[in-house]
């Protein structure tokens, strides 16, 4: 069984950094494309950030230069590292399956950590 | 970066009803448009890949079609527990953007 856990997240100061993990089991996350994505509070979805099977990342561009993302393929996990962070980066945070045999489309999703920057 | 619009923003509609929802993007992503839906509180669910393939384990009253620009989502006979917030999303380049939603509720 697909299962993805984030944790990581919690309360932290603007200009403050913090680091997502993700968890993934009953597949290989180093042959997936692994994603990113956020919802503000009543808001809308948010792509945030990808990595394909051979490295190559891909940003939003609200993050990029801020957000870093990674995967350590022997623990079977995802990571998204955040710096500078802002009051507009407080969110829901999910991480993702981007399925090659769907084009892409998001097939298993994490059940999301919440990030919070406030002072 | 590509745009990705949908509309309407807001639908009432009734049990039974068949419902569409459109979604153009801002240039031609050939059929890399996926549909979501969402409940309160729980992370999006696949509903549709490449414009028009349903996913596995995904009621049949649900269809999308389009290509180029252009897509729809359709719900044949809605469902009481379909009414939730839907979204649609191009996979052909990043980023992978979403549409900003479209809320299914009861009239």
């Known amino acids: 069984e697909v299962q993805l856990v984030e944790s990581g997240g919690g309360l932290v100061q603007p200009g403050g950094s913090l680091r997502l993990s993700c968890a993934a089991s009953g597949f290989t996350v180093s042959s997936n494309y692994m994603t990113w994505v956020r919802q503000a509070p009543g808001k809308g979805l948010e792509w945030v950030s990808v990595i394909y099977t051979g490295g190559s990342t891909y940003y939003a561009d609200s993050v990029k230069g801020r957000f870093t993302i990674s995967r350590d393929n022997s623990k079977h996990t995802l990571y998204l590292q955040m710096n500078s962070l802002r009051a507009e980066d407080t969110a829901v945070y999910y991480c993702?399956?981007?399925?090659?045999?769907?084009?892409?489309?998001?097939?298993?999703w994490g059940q999301g950590t919440l990030v919070i920057v406030s002072s | 970066d590509i745009q990705m619009t949908q509309s309407p923003s807001s639908l009432s509609a009734s049990v039974g009803d068949r419902v569409t929802i459109t979604c153009r993007a801002s240039?031609?992503?050939?059929?890399?448009l996926n549909w979501y839906q969402q409940k309160p509180g729980k992370a999006p669910n696949l509903l549709i890949y490449a414009a028009s393939s349903l996913q596995s384990g995904v009621p049949s009253r649900f269809s999308g079609s389009g290509s180029g620009t252009d897509f729809t989502l359709t719900i044949s006979s809605l469902q009481p527990e379909d009414f939730a917030t839907y979204y649609c999303q191009q996979s052909y380049s990043t980023p992978h953007t979403f549409g900003q939603g479209t809320k299914l509720e009861i009239k």
């Open positions: 993702a399956r981007s399925s090659i045999a769907a084009r892409l489309g998001i097939d298993y």
């Open positions: 240039q031609s992503i050939s059929i890399y």
